[in-house]
């Protein structure tokens, strides 16, 4: 059984992701997550080469304490 939503209900979304392509610029179908998060500043990416060069257990380290801290795998 699926769930049903009201027809306001359905429409209240339609507007929300609507608002949210036009304040981020959003253009193609197939949106990508990561892009759109990007764009919102909820995550930053920087380039592998410009990371310091760690050993794995310092990198596996340095990735757990951004996981905990919320900002992804790549901040430092």
């Known amino acids: 059984m699926g769930v049903s939503l009201s027809h306001s209900r359905y429409e209240e979304i339609k507007r929300i992701v609507v608002d949210l392509f ?6 193609c179908v197939l949106i990508s997550g990561f892009e759109l998060a990007t764009k919102m500043g909820r995550i930053s990416s920087m380039p592998e080469n410009t990371l310091p060069t760690l050993k794995p257990i310092a990198m596996q380290k340095t990735a757990l304490k951004c996981m905990a801290l919320g900002k992804g795998f790549v901040s430092l």
């Open 22 to 27: 036009i304040k981020f610029d959003v253009r």
